[in-house]
């Protein structure tokens, strides 16, 4: 738990621990020592916060600049959790949502920036943004796991992710329809069981599912 500081991204993630607590207490009652620290904290983390907000309702790295997509929803996040234990514009929050919406484009990504190089990389933009996740947050949050493990440099690659999820942006890409959602999940599971080295248990816990749960999906798809 620490004061925020530097731009939008660091004060919000500065800011998350002592939101975490927060909630916690909230959610259980269990006080801790520093509560009042931590109230502060937030609150510092989300006046902070507002400094960057543009006009348009997106959020800069800095402030005064071109809204960022990464910046802005990650700010979104932040300013709905914090509504749970703060009060928090709702102005505030409906605009960075507004701005994100407006800026989506027709086959539903976002445009994803090489910092770097400031390239859009299109088929990196949908394979970001566009998939339509089955499993909403937990797919997400186990396909980027998935990805951790056995990606082999600092960046995430496309080899590194799902042959299901590549094969459906592919599809999007190319305008055809694409593979059932059961395909996609056969895939999937195919996927996670080689990355763990047909480790079950462990295949398991990162699909967020049970062992017999697993068994049952490999025998329905047949995955050998």
């Known amino acids: 738990m620490q004061r925020p500081y530097g731009c939008a991204e660091q004060s919000i993630s500065a800011a998350y621990p002592s939101l975490m607590l927060l909630r916690n ?23 902070r916060l507002l400094n960057y907000r543009e006009e ?13 997509v990464a910046v802005t929803a990650y700010a979104l996040r932040f300013l709905l959790d914090a509504s749970d234990v703060i009060q928090v514009d709702e102005e505030v929050i409906n605009g960075a949502r507004e701005w994100l919406l407006k800026i989506q484009r027709p086959d539903g990504s976002w445009r994803a920036h090489e910092y770097w190089g400031g390239e859009d990389v299109n088929r990196r933009s949908a394979l970001l943004t566009a998939y339509d996740y089955p499993g909403n ?11 951790v493990i056995v990606a082999e440099g600092k ?7 799902p042959l299901g999820l590549s094969a459906a942006v592919s599809a ?6 694409p593979r059932s959602l059961a395909q996609l999940e056969a895939a999937y599971i195919s996927e ?3 990355a763990t080295g047909g480790n079950k248990t462990e ?22």
């Open 155 to 161: 960046k995430l690659e496309e080899h590194d992710l």
């Open 25 to 47: 207490y909230k959610q259980t009652g269990n006080d801790f020592r520093f509560r009042a620290r931590a109230e502060r904290y937030l609150n510092d983390g989300y006046s």
């Open 203 to 224: 295949c398991a816990r990162i699909l967020g599912i049970s062992r017999k749960n697993l068994y049952e999906k490999i025998a329905r798809y047949r995955i050998n």
């Open 192 to 194: 996670m069981l080689a």
């Open 56 to 68: 348009d309702g997106g959020f800069s790295y800095w402030g005064r600049r071109e809204p960022d």
């Open 137 to 147: 947050a937990r797919e997400l949050a186990n396909v980027i796991e998935r990805a």
């Open 172 to 177: 999007q890409q190319l305008k055809v329809k």
